[in-house]
């Protein structure tokens, strides 16, 4: 565990701060989710949204005692929110295009070419 002896936390000198729990791996999960995102899509989707998921929980640990936990972690913790933000992004524009090329595929298929439906909207 860290001292506190820098003037950041000068009311409590000899509180001992830790990291935030998760911090690290929702930094990791980021960096992993934009690292699979061209490679293996849904899992950076997954991945991404389980790195939101958890870094909004332990936001609101550091926020609700922010003197108990080191910057460095709640840095990573940023960090790691941006870039699973930035990957669930990319990842839902590239799954929107496969979807609208499937679609488009499908609708070029001779199968599909005799069939009319009906819209009642």
Excluded: W
């Amino acid at each position: 565990m860290e001292r506190i002896d820098n003037n950041d936390h000068q009311d409590m000198p000899n509180q001992e701060v830790q990291p935030l729990p998760n911090a690290t791996l929702i930094l990791t999960l980021g960096v992993i989710s934009l690292i699979t995102l061209f490679c293996y899509q849904p899992a950076s989707l997954l991945l991404a949204i389980i790195a939101l998921i958890l870094a909004y929980i332990e936001d609101n640990n550091y926020k609700a005692s922010p003197m108990s936990y080191t910057r460095h972690s709640y840095t990573n913790l940023k960090t790691g929110r941006v870039c699973a933000i930035i990957a669930a992004a990319l990842s839902g524009i590239l799954l929107f295009f496969a979807l609208l090329g499937i679609s488009h595929f499908l609708n070029e298929l001779p199968f599909f070419e005799n069939l009319h439906f009906e819209s009642n909207f």
